[in-house]
């Protein structure tokens, strides 16, 4: 039974869904929910239903489509039904032509200040998708790096209206900002639309100001006229420079990192530099394009006063075999150098294709190494300067308070949130242990955390008193400077805040 204008297969073209097998009245397609690329997603045409048999998720092709975009089922509804009508599909979808008849009256551009407080409104009201979080894990980013740098999911087009006028209730102008203009109603809106979603990543200034913003497109755009085997386009500006009163974004070059490091690298993309910057600690300046570096020479300019003194080129591996990135390269050594700034060049294994590709293989690699050890036991063969002692404590929920049940017990951040607190109520809990572990020195937080978690697991030793460890469970890492809380959620562990001393004291 199907009582919509659209079908089962109208959701899997709208979501370009890569259809892996055909049979009689079901299909199956890479699954958009948990980016498995081996055709383990099932949909049923006629009973117009879905499940991924990787990941479990299951439904109807409204939630299908809610999820995949990370919308409600109702503007899910809209989206689907308006797209179809506008004929938005599919002759639209093509990379998109820019106007250069004079019909299109652009604004001046807004000040930076005015740029960076409307932008950073329009970020603070807008959400970011399960499917695109999955996304920026699997890049290696913790939920705490998410937060903080920002990312959103790019909203439903019919929201921007709306969204717009929210931010300016907030207070903030939007005309002169890039992405936003005036619509053909003569109400100002932003311009979001279905074929440009993805996700949407603040690009910052040097100065920590939001300057514009990039979208990472969830299906790349073709050129319809352009070579078949090239990939299309994966990101674009959010701009509105075709639109009435619209502006560029003028491509600013986004910075992460420490204003005043000695050495800072020069890559190709603003998300790719906040990877490597979570990965590495290093100061990365991240350009548009390999030669979109218009404003790369400001940037060099400023960071030479703030005590800079080298640029690595990090740009992707294929630089050795593409010229365009090679000609780029060589502009930069040239501003560099304007600039009395030392230049050098990054190379790395070729097996990997971007230094944010590179570093998390080998934060994978140091992972499994600390999992060995857990195992093999063999944490002994290193040199003494390569292992430390990390002195940490677990707090376990107790049920002996007379409460014999707890919402979250046992379960993730989400569970925890849901039963109304922000942080572990540490009230709730007991000191159970407190010890220390040996592990490389080199290991960062999370390693050490899988480490214990591996390790106090199943077969516990004898002088822990507590449970294997599990969701819910509070586990600090502390020494003399500092103490860290971390709460197991399902899969990892997440920072979080904890009053430890409010925790009831370790039994006799
Ligand atoms: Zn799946």
């Known amino acids: 039974m199907n009582d919509f204008p659209f079908g089962m297969m109208d959701v899997a ?10 049979l009689a009245d079901s299909i199956y397609v890479d699954c958009p929910l948990c980016g498995d690329t081996r055709g383990k997603m099932n949909i049923h045409i006629r009973k117009n239903v879905f499940r991924c048999n990787y990941c479990g998720e299951h439904g109807g092709m409204l939630g299908l489509y809610a999820k995949a975009r990370g919308i409600s089922s109702s503007d899910a509804y809209y989206e689907i039904r308006d797209t179809l009508q506008t004929g938005n599909f599919p002759s639209g979808y093509g990379i998109q032509t820019v106007q250069t008849t004079t019909s ?5 551009p807004a000040s930076m200040e005015t740029i960076h407080q409307t932008l950073s409104t329009l970020f603070s009201i807008l959400s970011l998708s399960e499917a695109h979080r999955r996304n920026l894990r699997n890049r290696g980013l913790t939920d705490e790096q998410i937060e903080k740098l920002g990312y959103k999911s790019t909203p439903s087009y019919r929201l921007c209206p709306s969204l717009t006028e929210r931010v300016t209730r907030q207070g903030c102008t939007v005309k002169g900002v890039p992405g936003f203009y005036l619509g053909k109603d003569g109400q100002w809106t932003v311009k979001f639309n279905t074929k440009t979603a993805g996700i949407l990543i603040p690009v910052r200034g040097i100065d920590g100001w939001i300057r514009g913003a990039q979208i990472r497109l969830d299906t790349p755009i073709k050129d319809e006229n352009g070579d078949a085997d090239k990939d299309g ?13 619209g502006v560029t974004s ?15 690298y020069v890559t190709e993309g603003s998300l790719k530099a906040d990877i490597a910057h979570c990965l590495t600690n ?13 404003q790369l020479d400001p940037a060099l300019s400023t960071l030479a006063r703030n005590g ?10 294929d630089k050795y075999r593409n010229e365009m990135i090679d000609m780029g390269a060589s502009r930069i050594h040239k501003t560099a150098r304007k600039y009395g700034l030392e230049f050098r060049r990054l190379t790395w294994n070729p097996n990997y294709k971007g230094i944010d590709d590179w570093q998390l293989a080998l934060r994978k690699k140091a992972m499994d190494k600390a999992n060995d050890f857990v195992q093999g036991g063999d944490i002994e063969a290193l040199l003494p300067a390569q292992r430390k002692r990390q002195r940490f404590r677990v707090y376990q929920l107790e049920f002996t308070d007379g409460n014999p049940t707890k ?3 046992f379960a993730g951040v989400k569970a925890l949130r849901k039963a109304g607190y922000e942080q572990p109520p540490a009230p709730e809990y007991r000191l159970m242990f407190d010890s220390e572990i040996l592990c490389g020195a080199e290991l960062p937080a999370e390693g050490v955390l899988q480490q214990i978690f591996s390790r106090y697991n199943d077969d516990l030793p004898d002088d822990y008193h507590g449970r294997s460890i599990s969701p819910s469970d509070v586990v600090e890492l502390y020494d003399e400077e500092q103490r860290r809380y971390f709460y197991r959620d ?8 904890f009053s430890s001393t409010l925790a009831l004291p370790m039994a006799a």
């Open 13 to 22: 073209a709208l979501l370009h869904l890569r259809v892996k097998r055909r």
């Open 104 to 108: 299109v009256q652009n604004a001046e």
């Open 233 to 245: 386009a994966k990101y674009l500006w959010l701009s509105s420079r075709d639109k009435h009163m």
């Open 250 to 264: 003028g491509s600013p070059v986004h910075f992460a990192g420490d204003p005043f490091a000695r050495t800072v």
């Open 282 to 294: 290093r100061s990365f300046v991240a350009v548009a394009g390999a030669n979109n570096l218009g």
């Open 308 to 317: 800079t003194k080298i640029i690595v080129e990090a740009h992707d591996m």
């Open 407 to 409: 919402p979250f017990a």
């Open 490 to 497: 399902t899969e990892a562990f997440v920072e979080v805040e």
